[in-house]
């Protein structure tokens, strides 16, 4: 018997609540790829007890995942996050599995018909790359067992030379002498609990809300790869790229050494 994914797809939509399983190691929804498609998956439940005992199967090969409910009205958000982390299907699980398209879900919005300046930054590529890397590297185990190690790390080192970011700056008052349209701004900086001071460094614009928190002064400043070095602050040991979820340091030596690598002229 054919089921209608249609149906499968307004009923998920309808339902009150959903669970997923979030990775440990990156805060964001634990993400897989089918061995066969290629598909870049994440699997989704209709019932709590269904996800728990997915947390478990998983804790048993040594992946420490998190059941996480998400409610009806937070639905957009969650499938807008999946978009921008680079995932194309869920496995949906209610009394039996199935495959659904993301974009069948939520519709994709229409970024490609606006100017290139008034676009929204995405780096899905990004993004998922720099998941399936740290889901690997920060499972317990020593690194030469670690499963496509080296291929991640490659793969990663160029979504990240190829990508550009968003850097939150902090607006100050404006002064009634500057120019107009001219406002003083200042970088930011975080410390991790050893004292260790970090720049933070976003690569898209839903990680970066994460960190404003709707606070009006502070204002991302696009920055291409080739400026990162430039744009460090002497006080930062480097950039901390999206603190709020996967937390990667990016050390000064490491980008100029990706700069190097690639042949990306600094600015």
Do not use: H, W
């Amino acid at each position: 018997m054919t089921i209608d994914k249609r149906l499968v797809i307004r009923n998920l939509l309808a339902a009150d609540e959903l669970y997923t399983a979030f990775a440990r190691t990156t805060n964001l929804p634990y993400v897989v790829c089918d061995p066969e498609t290629f598909n870049d998956q994440v699997y989704i439940f209709r019932k709590e007890e269904d996800v728990k005992s997915y947390v478990k199967q998983q804790a048993e090969q040594g992946v420490a995942l998190m059941a996480i409910r998400t409610f009806n009205r937070q639905y957009l958000n969650f499938f807008g996050t999946l978009v921008s982390i680079g995932v194309n299907t869920v496995i949906y699980c209610d009394d039996g599995e199935m495959e659904l398209e993301v974009d069948q879900i939520v519709k994709q919005p229409g970024y490609d018909a606006l100017p290139k300046e008034q676009r929204p930054l995405m780096n899905p590529q990004l993004q998922l790359t720099a998941i399936y890397f740290l889901q690997e590297l920060r499972k317990p185990g020593k690194i030469e067992e670690k499963q496509n190690i080296r291929e991640l790390d490659e793969e990663l080192s160029v979504n990240l030379a190829r990508a550009e970011y968003l850097c939150p700056i902090e607006m100050e008052d404006k002064n009634e002498e500057e120019p107009e349209g001219k406002r003083r701004f200042r970088f930011m900086l975080l410390k991790n609990k050893d004292g260790v001071m970090y720049q933070p460094l976003f690569t898209d614009f839903i990680e970066f809300q994460k960190f404003g928190q709707g606070n009006a002064k502070i204002q991302p400043l696009k920055i291409p790869f080739a400026k990162l070095e430039k744009t460090l602050m002497k006080d930062a040991k480097g950039y901390m790229l999206n603190p709020q979820s996967f937390n990667l340091p990016l050390m000064k030596e490491q980008i100029s050494m990706i700069r190097r690598r690639f042949d990306i002229k600094e600015e």
